[in-house]
């Protein structure tokens, strides 16, 4: 089974920190994402990876970034915490392009709440 | 610009009956990929079903089937024989050709009541 882990299901950051958020695949997966999940919007991509060192934006890369130097891991900043980026954030991973029916698997969440 | 509508917030269901929940979409694109995940309370996002678009089959897996109405551009997530483990909130996504980028739904709070 893939499994996708993420540091911390739960982090209370004060405004102005920075802020790592961790996950790692076990899949030797290509590609991983992150989304933030808010009530009444879905999930929406902040960034991806679909290889070691390589990042594409996603619809809303501002005030994130993200690192990815080796191929399970995939790390997302926030360089200075803001409320508005009080949020669930989902990690996945999956199989590179190509095929398009390959699936992204989820991690469990880290729900993060910035004061 | 690619989207997904979920135009019921919040369902509700008795154990062992039938519930359809709504999807909408909109592209302009011939080759796409329809997906229903589910996010069961504090648990993680799994994949409940998907269906290619140049399939007219309706995709089916066990007790959850799709009603897929390309032209309509609908994909409705059909569960039959519901039981309390399927209370949980569902995503209707969507993925043109090779794309990395899948968009979701709002989401549909589904509850199973005994």
């Known amino acids: 089974d893939v499994k996708v882990t993420q540091s911390s299901r739960y982090l209370v950051k004060r405004t102005g920190e920075k802020v790592f958020l961790e996950c790692v695949q076990d899949m030797d997966h290509e590609n991983m994402f992150w989304y933030r999940q808010d009530p009444g919007l879905g999930l929406r991509l902040i960034y991806f990876?679909?290889?070691?060192?390589?990042?594409e934006k996603g619809d809303i890369p501002e005030g994130y970034s993200v690192s990815r130097e080796k191929k399970e891991r995939f790390s997302l900043i926030l360089e200075s915490a803001s409320t508005n980026q009080t949020s669930m954030y989902l990690c996945?991973?999956?199989?590179?392009?190509?095929?398009?029916?390959?699936?992204?698997?989820f991690g469990p969440g880290t729900r993060l709440t910035v004061l | 610009a690619q989207t997904v509508t979920q135009s019921q917030p919040e369902m509700s269901v008795q154990e062992a009956e039938t519930v359809t929940l709504s999807c909408t979409y909109d592209t302009s694109e011939n080759n796409y990929y329809l997906f229903w995940y589910k996010q069961p309370p504090s648990r993680q996002m799994i994949l409940v079903i998907r269906?290619?678009?140049?399939?007219?089959q309706n995709a089916t897996e066990n007790r959850f089937s799709v009603n897929f109405q390309k032209a309509a551009k609908s994909f409705s997530l059909k569960i039959s024989d519901s039981q309390l483990g399927d209370t949980a909130m569902y995503f209707c996504a969507f993925r043109v050709g090779d794309n990395n980028d899948m968009r979701f739904g709002a989401g549909t709070r589904l509850t199973v009541k005994p």
């Open positions: 996945a991973s999956s199989l590179p392009r190509g095929g398009g029916t390959d699936t992204q698997y």
């Open positions: 269906q290619e678009a140049y399939k007219q």
């Open positions: 990876s679909y290889d070691v060192k390589m990042k």
